[in-house]
Nanobody, 117 residues
Framework: QVQLVESGGGLVQAGGSLRLSCAAS????????MGWFRQAPGKEREFVAS??????DYADSVKGRFTISRDNAKNTVYLQMNSLKSEDTAVYYC????????????WGQGTQVTVST
């Protein structure tokens, strides 16, 4: 069982930056694939980024602007978001899944990111 707690959301102007953090419980953090998703009002939840520590993947909409990283010693995954746009406004969720599976098994409660123009 893994518990995920996001932090770092807030209000930022367009063009600015934010770094989200997701702290995970448990002693097997390094074995999970970690991901970030987001959900804007009236829209479905969408994939943002994922990382195993070796391989990363990004949605086309955030490539070149967002970076996922992890610190296994701290059981924490980060999402560095640069050049933020108004369309990045959403609730951002941290998630974890086992390798070689398609189902994201564990989710955080979400953190709000609002980008003002």
């Amino acid at each position: 069982q893994v518990q995920l707690v996001e932090s770092g959301g807030g209000l930022v102007q367009a063009g600015g930056s934010l770094r989200l953090s997701c702290a995970a419980s448990g002693r097997t953090f390094s074995s999970y694939i970690m991901g970030w998703f987001r959900q804007a009002p009236g829209k479905e939840r969408e994939f943002v980024a994922s990382g195993s520590g070796v391989i990363t993947d990004y949605a086309d909409s955030v490539k070149g602007r967002f970076t996922i990283s992890r610190d296994n010693a701290k059981n924490t995954v980060y999402l560095q978001m640069n050049s933020l746009k108004s369309e990045d406004t959403a609730v951002y969720y941290c998630a974890a899944k086992y390798p070689l599976t398609s189902t994201w098994s564990y989710w955080g409660q979400g953190t709000q990111v609002t980008v003002s123009t």
